[in-house]
């Protein structure tokens, strides 16, 4: 079992609708990372928490450490929105990341 | 203040040669990591480098493989005798001290013939 998984691993959305990223995780964190990759590739941090919630324009990240398990959502989904969706921990042992495998998000016009 | 830069974006190798890709952390970031990218696979760990010293190479391959950071210049990964499973995105970061957040590089996409 991997020590970070994402689900759905794909997700298929008409533009406006309410998206909901799933992380669970099943070992001490001292902080989780939401990340986008865009299709070229490219790398993107979006939040990283440790506790709470966070909100930055039509996203909006949670995390219960107890549950250990956080969600993502996007508020009226845009085709630009389109990209994989990618949960990290890092370990309270060290510095280096562990990564789920990412969710393929595509929203339609 | 420029993001973190990688170069070169694009590298094909034949099989037994050498692969060297550059980082440049953000200024005044003095903690480096770097990450591969397998086909189809999911990021991975491969090193965590502060100026001069590795920390944690927990994730490199064992052989073949090498990192640094030196005092001045990019950080190097170094791939030596490449084969074809080297094939791959090799994405660095950087964070400044102290601070979590990892800002990452566009990649280098290494393609090995």
């Known amino acids: 079992k991997n020590e970070v998984e994402q689900s759905p691993q794909n997700l298929t959305a008409q533009e406006g609708e309410f998206i909901t990223i799933n992380c669970s995780y099943s070992?001490?964190?001292?902080?989780l990372h939401w990340l986008q990759q865009h299709p070229g590739g490219g790398i993107v941090s979006l939040f990283m928490?440790?506790?709470g919630k966070k909100k930055h324009g039509r996203l909006i990240a949670t995390i219960n450490i107890q549950e250990k398990h956080s969600s993502l959502h996007i508020t009226a989904s845009h085709p630009r929105d389109s990209a994989v969706y990618i949960c990290?921990?890092?370990?309270?042992?060290?510095?280096?990341?562990?990564f789920g495998e990412g969710t393929q998000l595509t929203v339609n016009p | 203040n420029a993001g973190v830069m990688q170069n070169p974006r694009h590298l094909v190798r034949r099989r037994g040669q050498e692969a060297r890709l550059r980082c440049s952390p953000m200024?005044?970031?003095?903690?480096v990591y770097w990450y591969r990218q397998l086909p189809e696979e999911g990021l991975k760990f491969m090193v965590y480098?502060?100026?001069?010293?590795?920390?944690?190479e927990s994730g490199m391959p064992k052989e073949r493989f090498s990192a640094e950071f030196p005092k001045e210049g990019p950080s190097i990964l170094r791939i030596q005798q490449v084969v074809r499973g080297d094939s791959a995105a090799y994405f660095c970061?950087?964070?400044?001290?102290?601070?979590?957040?990892?800002?990452f590089g566009p990649g280098t996409r290494l393609t090995v013939l």
């Open positions: 970061a950087s964070s400044p001290p102290v601070v979590d957040t990892q800002y």
């Open positions: 990290a921990v890092r370990s309270r042992s060290g510095s280096r990341l562990t």
């Open positions: 928490l440790s506790s």
């Open positions: 070992v001490g964190i001292s902080a």
């Open positions: 480098l502060q100026k001069e010293n590795i920390i944690d």
């Open positions: 200024k005044g970031h003095s903690h």
